[in-house]
């Protein structure tokens, strides 16, 4: 079993960056593929990004190329997620995930980013 913390979240205004981080539990976590997921208020859990267990594959939503980078660092059990130029519809609950097969099985309680105008 995994356990993510996320942090990193807040208030930023538009044009600003922020960089998410979620700690992992456990000793396996170089094994997981992991990931970003978000939910803005009145939307469904969409997916962000997500980096595989060596860290040599990305992958991201069409809405953030270019503007988020996912990246991880096994040695401490983490995973990042850069957001730049952030704009007010980025504004959400970004959850951290990990993978067990093809579908994201261990998430974290989200941590809030809010972009102001």
């Known amino acids: 079993q995994v356990q993510l913390v996320e942090s990193g979240g807040g208030l930023v205004q538009a044009g600003g960056s922020l960089r998410l981080s979620c700690a992992a539990s456990g000793r396996t976590f170089s094994t997981y593929a992991m990931g970003w997921f978000r939910q803005a208020p009145g939307k469904e859990r969409e997916f962000v990004a997500a980096i595989s267990w060596s860290g040599g594959n990305t992958y991201y939503a069409d809405s953030v190329k270019g503007r988020f980078t996912i990246s991880r660092d096994n040695a401490k059990n983490t995973v990042y997620l850069q957001m730049n130029s952030l704009k007010p519809e980025h504004t959400a609950v970004y959850y951290c995930?990990?993978?067990?097969?093809?579908?994201?099985?261990?998430w974290g309680q989200g941590t809030q980013v809010t972009v102001s105008s």
């Open positions: 995930a990990a993978w067990e097969g093809d579908l994201p099985k261990y």
